[in-house]
């Protein structure tokens, strides 16, 4: 049982360069989470899906684009990369339970380095 | 815009002792409050969530809501240097989660 898996764990871009972050998860979650962290900003949602072909733009959506394969995977693409995407990038998932119960589940990341 | 308030530290406190941890927020209509532990180079793991008013507690973990004050709080008793990390505040108001910026802990052996 994995969990949530991230690819890769570590890639360095040129800027302009395009790359995919791939998640999935196998705990048959419907919702799930793309999330930067920069020091000090602590982790800022990017886009999420509530559910199989559904995706909604979070606090920091510029620059970016998802998709929501299947329910198992969810994956962020940057179109042309800049210095300023730098930054640790979290894919998490979870299922929301009664009373707005949120327990998200995360990868572990993907270091994200544009020079 | 909704927040979640939390003191950066770093908060240093003696191994066996009693290590405190608050958190403010914004959203009065907030249902899901969580803690969660971050080990530097290393992905958020849940700890501790709480939902009504008043005190859980799960073995050297407590945490405390007051939604009337908007505050939560996780109280580390017996604190060893294995608690030394970031911890992550997060509240949910509807189906997404806000994250505070993270208080870092540092237990003193």
């Known amino acids: 049982n994995a969990g949530v898996t991230q690819t890769p764990k570590f890639q360095v871009l040129k800027t302009g360069q395009s790359m995919t972050l791939q998640c999935a998860q196998d705990m048959n979650h419907n919702s799930m989470y793309w999330y930067r962290q920069d020091p000090g900003m602590g982790l800022r949602l990017i886009y999420y899906?509530?559910?199989?072909?559904?995706?909604d733009k979070g606090e920091v959506p510029n620059g970016y684009n998802v998709s929501r394969l299947n329910k198992r995977e969810f994956s962020l693409r940057l179109e042309s990369a800049a210095p300023s995407q730098t930054s640790v990038y979290f894919c998490?998932?979870?299922?929301?339970?009664?009373?707005?119960?949120?327990?998200?589940?995360f990868g572990a990341g993907t270091r994200l380095s544009v020079l | 815009q909704k927040e979640v308030e939390q003191n950066s530290g770093p908060l240093s406190v003696p191994e066996g002792a009693i290590a405190s941890l608050n958190c403010t927020y914004s959203?009065?209509?907030?249902?899901?409050f969580f803690w969660y532990r971050q080990y530097s180079g290393k992905s958020p793991e849940l700890i501790m969530f709480i939902y009504s008013n008043g005190d859980k507690e799960d073995g050297r973990f407590t945490a405390q809501l007051n939604k009337a004050s908007q505050y939560v709080s996780l109280l580390i008793r017996d604190s060893q240097p294995s608690d030394s990390a970031t911890y992550l505040c997060?509240?949910?108001?509807?189906?997404?989660?806000?994250f505070g910026k993270g208080t870092r802990l540092h237990i003193l052996p």
């Open positions: 998490a998932s979870s299922e929301i339970g009664a009373g707005g119960k949120n327990i998200q589940y």
């Open positions: 997060a509240v949910s108001p509807d189906d997404k989660i806000i």
């Open positions: 959203d009065r209509g907030s249902q899901s």
């Open positions: 899906s509530a559910s199989e072909g559904t995706t």
